[in-house]
Nanobody, 128 residues
Framework: QVHLVESGGGSVQAGGSLKLSCEYSGDTSRRVCMAWFRQPPGKEREGLAAMTAVSGRTFYSESLKGRFTISRDNAKRTLYLQMDSLQPGDTAMYYC?????????????????????WGQGTQVTVSS
């Protein structure tokens, strides 16, 4: 079992930055692939970025246009999402997710929402 807890969300003005954190605990062998998703109000969940736990290989959604950066600190058992140049369209609930399958971080598989482990989410609100 893996337990994920997100933090770092809040309200920010357009152009600002936030850094989200996702602390993980439990069976670390089950977090081979970790990712960030978001779900705006009334819209579908969207995959933003993913990272393999061991090699640190990263994957990003092209829609982010380089504004977001995923990183990890294995010693702190924390996954991060640095978000810069935030816009009102980035307003959403942000979630981290984990999967024990290396296949999850292969190709575009990371975009699919079928991860077995999810955090409770952290709200990000960007005002104009």
């Amino acid at each position: 079992q893996v337990h994920l807890v997100e933090s770092g969300g809040g309200s920010v003005q357009a152009g600002g930055s936030l850094k989200l954190s996702c602390e993980y605990s439990g069976d670390t062998s089950r977090r081979v692939c970790m990712a960030w998703f978001r779900q705006p109000p009334g819209k579908e969940r969207e995959g933003l970025a993913a990272m393999t736990a061991v090699s640190g290989r990263t994957f990003y959604s092209e829609s982010l246009k380089g504004r977001f950066t995923i990183s990890r600190d294995n010693a702190k058992r924390t996954l991060y999402l640095q978000m810069d140049s935030l816009q009102p369209g980035d307003t959403a609930m942000y979630y981290c997710a984990a999967d024990s399958s290396a296949f999850r971080c292969a190709g575009d598989n990371w975009r699919n929402g079928g991860y077995p482990y999810w955090g409770q989410g952290t709200q990000v609100t960007v005002s104009s």
